[in-house]
């Protein structure tokens, strides 16, 4: 009886496992930037826009940004944050929309990789965003700021294990 009570608590156990964290990931109902530590009140944004820095009074200050410099850094960031809410918005909608059609009795495949393809898509123009709002900071600011802002995030610790990685990478190429 005791062992029996045991392979019941057990299977039940394990279903509940299944059901939490197995069946909902196949299905994609966890979206890309949910439950990300990096959003929040109060939470260190690190994947925000170089724009941004106009926020940062410290970095203001540290770079010898001007007023003039802030304004066009400011109008920039709104400008590229209203761009990317856009096709985030389109992009959560293209993950419903794929969670969706896996939740239905028969798959439609064809319809999955139309899906799948819009949200490459998107993600390609979320990519180009970046590239442009990067590309935009080096048009406002001059090119000894563009330098100091490069050298603080070479020596930031949240970008540090990225440069490790590249470090590593590019001496792996290198002894091939």
Do not use: Y
Not at 37 to 61: A, C, E, T, Y
Not at 69 to 83: N, S, T, Y
């Amino acid at each position: 009886m005791n062992s029996n009570l045991r392979q019941k608590f057990f299977t039940g156990a394990m279903a509940l496992l299944v059901t939490v964290f197995v069946i909902p990931g196949f299905a994609g109902a966890f979206t890309q930037g949910q439950c990300r530590p990096d959003k929040g009140f109060g939470m260190k944004r690190h994947h925000m826009s170089p724009l941004g820095i106009w926020q940062n009074p410290k970095m203001v200050q540290e770079l010898g940004i001007t007023d003039k410099q802030v304004e066009g850094l400011k109008k920039a960031d709104f400008a590229h944050r209203e761009k990317c809410l856009e096709l985030k918005s389109k992009l959560d909608v293209l993950h419903l929309e794929l969670e969706k059609l896996f939740a239905a009795e028969s798959v439609d495949q064809a319809k999955v990789l139309e899906v799948a393809q819009k949200i490459s898509d998107l993600k390609g123009k979320l990519f180009v965003q970046r590239i442009k709002s990067r590309l935009a900071v080096a048009k406002l600011l001059t090119a000894d700021q563009v330098g100091k802002l490069k050298m603080f995030r070479l020596h930031h610790p949240a970008h540090r294990g990225k440069l490790d990685k590249t470090r590593k990478h590019g001496r792996a190429l290198s002894k091939n």
